[in-house]
């Protein structure tokens, strides 16, 4: 079993930052890829931002510039930086991981139980 611990969220000004930390740990040989996901108050949940395990990023349009992903793979951990917030950034974001637990085996996905974000004056 894989856990993930999310941090890092919470109440910022717009044009603000914050930068969300997700952790995991338990049984984990590789990591694949980390991705952010979110979900706004009545709308479906959306990517925001991915990096697979050999760097490469994909974003959200609305978010390019302005966020970035990185991940520290000797600590199992994928980062969001959020610059240049605005109120329609404000939603629950989510952690999602494949994970490979064990050598040989396939990818398990995982999610994170989420940190709110949420972007006004």
């Known amino acids: 079993q894989v856990q993930l611990v999310e941090s890092g969220g919470g109440l910022v000004q717009p044009g603000g930052s914050l930068r969300l930390s997700c952790a995991a740990s338990g049984s984990i040989f590789s990591i694949n890829y980390m991705g952010w996901y979110r979900q706004a108050p009545g709308k479906q949940r959306e990517l925001v931002a991915g990096?697979?395990?050999?760097?490469?990023?994909n974003y959200k349009d609305s978010v390019k510039g302005r966020f970035t992903i990185s991940r520290d793979n000797a600590k199992n951990t994928v980062y969001l930086q959020m610059n240049s917030l605005k109120p329609e950034d404000t939603a629950v974001y989510y952690c999602?991981?494949?994970?490979?637990?064990?050598?040989?085996?396939?990818?398990?996905?995982?999610w994170g139980k989420g940190t709110l974000v949420t972007v006004s004056s």
């Open positions: 999602n991981l494949e994970v490979v637990e064990r050598p040989g085996t396939y990818g398990m996905e995982y």
């Open positions: 990096i697979t395990s050999g760097g490469s990023t």
